[in-house]
């Protein structure tokens, strides 16, 4: 079930990024995903030269996608009271259950718990250690999950912007809503944001869903002894 939940996970992380990867190159979307299959799995090399360089490329995608998404908010304007209002008071609009139930996934992203426990997990260190690291882990759930909050909160609220139109907003036609308002510098802005988005979650759900593989299906595309990261 967790293989399963990963795949659909990356199936819109794909998408999200062939979208960007048409609104700004102009390219088929078939091309898009192609292209962020491949590049995918050619960054995810990086980690034979050591997991912190990885580790340093998702810290460079989430700070890009964090600025982008902070950026077209800040040209929407937002009523800060309002903002605020929706950020501690639970309320839920009607005919928008399905939406809410995705941003909770969106927000918590589950498999990527597997993931953050896999890279405590595979350090060598001492049984003393062991508290010590999950102290660590901890800290850095707490901080992943803030920002993890905080960028679905600008996403949110900036296509709030647009919910008197009575139209579904999406993936395929955000950019135009942020063109028509602010030309093509909002539409851009957005796709580098969604980009970095797609392809930041892509390499993580794929790097978490070989971890769930090996832990609990056992199964290993390299000896056990030789793959030390995951």
């Keep these: ?3 399963i939940a990963i795949i659909g996970a990356d199936i819109q992380e794909v998408l999200g990024s062939s979208i960007a990867l048409q609104i ?12 962020t299959i491949l590049d995918t799995f050619i960054i995810l090399l990086a980690h034979t ?6 580790e340093i490329l998702f810290a460079i995608l989430i700070i890009v996608m964090f600025f982008s998404f902070l950026l077209n908010l800040i040209m929407i304007k937002p009523v800060l009271s309002e903002l605020l209002f929706g950020m501690f008071v639970p309320v839920i609009p009607n005919n928008t259950y399905r ?5 909770v996934g969106s927000i918590i992203m589950p498999h990527n718990l597997f993931l953050h426990s896999s890279l405590v997990k595979n350090q060598k260190m001492e049984k003393k ?13 707490a901080l992943s999950l803030f920002f993890s909050f905080f ?14 139109l ?12 942020l063109s028509k308002t602010f030309e093509n510098r909002g539409k851009y802005i957005w796709a580098i944001g969604l980009l970095a988005s797609g392809q930041s979650s892509t390499m993580t759900g794929t790097l978490a869903g ?6 609990f299906l056992n199964v290993f595309f390299k000896e056990r002894d030789k793959f030390r990261y995951f």
């Design 1 to 3: 079930m967790a293989e």
């Design 24 to 35: 700004l190159f102009d390219i088929p979307l078939w091309v898009g995903v192609v292209i």
């Design 49 to 54: 030269f050591g997991m912190r360089k990885l």
């Design 99 to 103: 939406e809410a139930l995705a941003l």
């Design 129 to 141: 250690d062991i508290n010590n690291g999950l102290k660590y882990l901890k800290a850095e759930l």
């Design 151 to 164: 960028i679905n909160m600008t996403v949110v609220s900036t296509f709030a912007h647009f919910s008197g």
């Design 166 to 177: 009575h139209q579904q907003i999406d993936l395929t036609n955000a950019g135009d809503y």
């Design 210 to 215: 070989q971890y769930v593989m090996q832990v």
